[in-house]
């Protein structure tokens, strides 16, 4: 009996030997087996949904642009939408779309997923080890996104205030074309500054939590709190992307001919946005890697 449990525990050492030398990349994820495959074949999928449903939101974007500023309406080429707002809403839909691919797809290629059987009631459910983009590419985004801004928001109330727009007051054309300044003004807005306030949170991030993790007290009242606020829900993003939406349309002023509108917004989102970057400076309150990403879904 004894050495038949002798030979069994050297069976399972064994197994367990030969588990551990399978190959594993940088997160220390197998790179062989059928859940390596899946994870290509997801990561190819998501990141082309995404790639593809985000270049036919900003030709959408553009198209309508281009159609409602020379004076047609979206009926005039949609009969079924004379008003538009489902034409005008497709990008939105698109824009979703591509996120949702995105997050499978960088997720796949970056991040290792893991779950919580048992937890206490600050920790999140779901836990991911992701490796971040780098800041070069991380300013790129930024940029990418400070365009997009710009080419609906700027350059029609730059064109509408020197009379190059040919859009009747009043018609249909007119307010479709405003419609979609006005949304994707502030969908732009909001992406640009929330990648803005992530990129100052990743330059700063792992510095502070380096000089200051003695003070972090792991389990008090603060350091839960910045954990919920920050580390799981990254609050700091949603309050930049409050900020963002402001700015965003704050250059509307100008065609509405109401300064209160243009300095009210800028005024709101210049305080959101300092809000968004004070939290994000003390985001190391949490005491965790910025790495790790922690949900309660």
């Not at 449903?53 to 159609?67: Q, Y």
């Not at 290792?112 to 490796?131: F, H, I, Q």
């Not at 709190?225 to 002023?253: D, K, M, N, Q, V």
Request: net charge positive; aromatic share 10%; proline share 3%.
């Amino acid at each position: 009996m004894a050495q038949r449990t002798k030979r069994r525990q050297a069976g399972t050492s064994w197994y367990r030997g030969s588990d551990a030398a399978q190959p594993t990349d940088k997160l220390g994820r197998r790179t062989t087996g059928s859940g390596a495959l899946t994870r290509r074949i997801t990561a190819i999928v998501g990141n082309l949904v995404g790639a593809v449903a985000l270049s036919i939101a900003v030709g959408a974007v553009l198209w309508l642009l281009a159609l409602t500023a020379s004076g047609d309406s979206i009926g005039s080429v949609f009969p079924d939408d004379r008003a538009g707002t489902g034409t005008i809403a497709f990008p939105t839909l698109m824009t979703f779309l591509s996120m949702i691919g995105f997050f499978f797809g960088q997720f796949s290629v970056r991040g290792r997923w893991s779950m919580a059987a048992r937890k206490p009631a600050a920790d999140g459910s779901y836990k991911v080890e992701l490796r971040p983009i780098g800041v070069g590419l991380h300013s790129v985004f930024l940029l990418l996104a400070v365009l997009a801004w710009a080419l609906v928001m700027v350059v029609p109330v730059v064109a509408d205030a020197r009379g190059a727009l040919n859009t009747g007051d009043g018609s249909s054309a007119t307010e479709q074309f405003w419609f979609t300044v006005t949304v994707y003004g502030a969908i732009t807005g909001v992406i640009g500054a929330m990648v803005a306030v992530s990129l100052v949170k990743k330059l700063t991030y792992n510095r502070a939590l380096l000089r200051h993790r003695s003070s972090i007290d792991a389990g008090s009242a603060s350091q839960t709190w910045w954990r919920t606020f920050s580390h799981i829900w990254r609050a700091e993003l949603g309050i930049a992307g409050c900020a963002g939406a402001a700015l965003g349309l704050s250059p509307l002023g100008l065609h509405l001919h109401s300064a209160v509108y243009g300095f009210g917004a800028l005024a709101i989102g210049l305080a959101l946005g300092a809000v968004a970057v004070l939290a994000a400076l003390n985001s190391w309150r949490s005491g965790l890697p910025v790495e790790r990403v922690e949900s309660y879904t």
